[in-house]
């Protein structure tokens, strides 16, 4: 069965750059949630969006913004990066009241 | 501040043996859900409880939702060590649509 497919893996980026993460949820899955987790941490909400509209905000920085696309792919854009992003970066989708289902996640260092 | 505690933090345990994982709230959930993560993984969905009181079993694992759906926890019998993994409940707040994650419990099954 189809996954939640996140791009890329591993992401090694300096101080002061940008990150563009992306997310292909499960096919007909019309909503998605980013999700950041540090290390030793669990997953704390950053977005989410319906029908390609943000339906719900968590504790996203204002360097960070994202969107959903016509495909229901969503993307995390991520600008002046600092060393406390180091992260992994999940997604999840989800359709309806069904369950909600992760990718495996980005790993970010920011070096 | 937590929404939602786990006790305990860390169990390292022998084959074989019988182990609980709490997670507590103040707040009133409409559902909360188990999940299992493996490292450098994205969190996979084991059960989802819904009604104050209900009991739901998967296979050695046995879920209980507390009477005022404040609290949950985790039984596992006869542990092994493929049930090694960081234990995560979520929950989900009435009218909202985005998971809210426990402080994790993580377990280690030794042979």
């Known amino acids: 069965a189809a996954g939640v497919i996140q791009s890329p893996r591993h992401l090694i980026k300096e101080k002061r750059e940008t990150a563009t993460l992306k997310c292909y949820p499960i096919p007909r899955h019309d909503t998605v949630y980013w999700y950041q987790q540090g290390p030793g941490q669990d997953p704390q909400f950053l977005i989410s969006?319906?029908?390609?509209?943000?339906?719900d905000k968590g504790s996203i920085p204002d360097r960070f913004s994202a969107q959903q696309f016509s495909d229901y792919h969503s993307e995390l854009n991520m600008s002046s990066l600092e060393l406390g992003d180091s992260a992994l970066y999940f997604c999840?989708?989800?359709?309806?009241?069904?369950?909600?289902?992760f990718g495996s996640g980005t790993r970010l260092t920011v070096v | 501040t937590q929404l939602l505690e786990q006790s305990p933090q860390f169990l390292s345990i022998q084959e074989g043996e019988n182990l609980t994982v709490y997670c507590n709230s103040s707040?009133?959930?409409?559902?909360l859900q188990w999940y299992r993560q493996e490292p450098g993984e994205g969190p996979v969905l084991l059960v989802t409880?819904?009604?104050?009181?209900e009991v739901k079993k998967l296979k050695r694992l046995t879920f209980q939702f507390g009477d005022a759906r404040k609290d949950s926890s985790l039984h596992i019998t006869a542990a092994q060590p493929g049930d090694t993994g960081l234990y995560l409940c979520?929950?989900?707040?009435?009218?909202?649509?985005?998971?809210?994650f426990g402080t994790g419990t993580q377990l280690k099954v030794e042979l």
């Open positions: 409880v819904v009604t104050g009181g």
């Open positions: 707040s009133v959930f409409s559902s």
């Open positions: 979520a929950g989900i707040t009435g009218g909202g649509n985005k998971l809210t």
């Open positions: 969006f319906y029908e390609k509209m943000q339906s």
């Open positions: 999840a989708s989800r359709w309806g009241a069904s369950g909600y289902t």
